[in-house]
């Protein structure tokens, strides 16, 4: 009898444990239904430790960032370069809470530094002009090949990347810039220039800064005409205008030019020798005001202007030696 209450007790005693379980259990349910009715399953995503916000497919956003990192847009932004990814924690997130995965995309991509893609159509490989598209680069190496530009052989296109987008060009202003006639040869003209005077064609330092010795008009420039090589630079003026030393230097003639002495046809001219590479020649002058020997300051006056020697009016003929080469005064005054 003893041992029977002792089973009904305990059978009790299991009757109230399992009680309490399905009870506890059907709490737990309760609890878990009403949090998920309330809340979702989220992300919580961070970004250098902190929350930028929610996704509920963490996998989709981080693919999208992973391609935009490393294929841009497929416009102008070639790839991105990113120093922190975000980080995905698990987490229930409250309804009524939205997630934002554009805003996380938006973050996380503007943390890094974009470079935008663009082309370099180039010349002999130097870049001319730059463009979006590769189709526009392509259509303007077409269209100078087209128009048969000189240098259409020597055009290439370059992609390139810059974390500053480029200054873009239309397609229309790359090819007029880019465009290079071929020359036409005259071909009626038969008869061989004479030897042309080819002074230096690069700039040489002189060594002294010049003022204009007359106010003028050029009457003839510095080169080839039609009756000999110009030596030097002609500027129309009245007899008599005062002509200034164009540097300072020391006279080294002064007097009329004749086979004899150098400067045959020149009429009466000065010749001042500024430093030892320098000479400048003042030539068909009316009257001389200075003598060989004599040193000149820059500006003052030392001859006065005419048309003696072999010349068809009142002019300065202006002529620069350097080393006894006569070169083009335009390259340093007027
Ligand atoms: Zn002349």
Redesign the pocket.
């Known amino acids: 009898m003893i041992k029977i209450s002792k089973l009904k007790k305990c059978i009790i005693g299991i009757r109230h444990i399992v009680k309490i379980l399905i009870i506890l259990v059907v709490a737990i349910i309760l609890i878990l239904g009403i949090i998920k009715i309330t809340h979702k399953q989220t992300y919580s995503v961070s970004l250098n430790g902190e929350v930028i916000g929610y996704t509920q497919d963490k996998v989709a956003l981080q693919k999208r960032i992973n391609d935009y990192i490393n294929s841009g847009n497929g416009e102008n932004i070639a790839f991105v370069e990113v120093n922190e990814m975000p980080e995905y924690e698990v987490c229930l997130l409250k309804n009524g809470i939205e997630t934002n995965d554009q805003e996380i995309f938006d973050k996380v991509t503007s943390s890094g530094t974009t470079y935008y893609k663009y082309y370099a159509v180039t010349e002999e490989n130097e870049e001319k002009a730059y463009v979006k598209e590769f189709a526009d680069a392509e259509s303007i190496v077409n269209q100078l090949k087209e128009k048969k530009s000189t240098n259409s052989d020597k055009l290439g296109i370059v992609e390139k990347y810059s974390t500053t987008p480029a200054e873009y060009k239309t397609i229309e202003t790359a090819v007029s810039e880019l465009y290079k006639e071929k020359k036409v040869v005259v071909a009626k003209n038969t008869t061989k220039p004479k030897a042309q005077y080819t002074g230096p064609s690069v700039k040489t330092d002189l060594g002294i800064s010049l003022v204009k010795p007359v106010s003028g008009v050029i009457s003839?420039r510095f080169g080839i005409r039609s009756r000999d090589n110009?030596?030097?630079?002609?500027i129309a003026a009245p007899k008599g205008t005062a002509i200034k030393a164009a540097a300072s230097g020391t006279v080294i003639f002064s007097g009329y030019g004749a086979n004899g002495n150098g400067y045959s046809g020149y009429g009466n001219t000065v010749a001042i020798k500024s430093n030892s590479s320098v000479t400048i020649l003042y030539?068909?002058c009316t009257s001389l005001y200075v003598k060989k020997g004599q040193t000149v300051s820059q500006g003052e006056v030392i001859a006065s202007v005419g048309s003696t020697g072999i010349?068809t009016g009142n002019?300065?003929?202006?002529?620069i030696r350097y080393n006894g080469k006569a070169i083009d005064p335009q390259n340093y005054i007027y």
């Not at 110009?230 to 002609?234: E, N, V």
């Open positions: 003839s110009h030596k030097g630079l002609d030539a068909h010349s002019h300065l003929h202006f002529e």
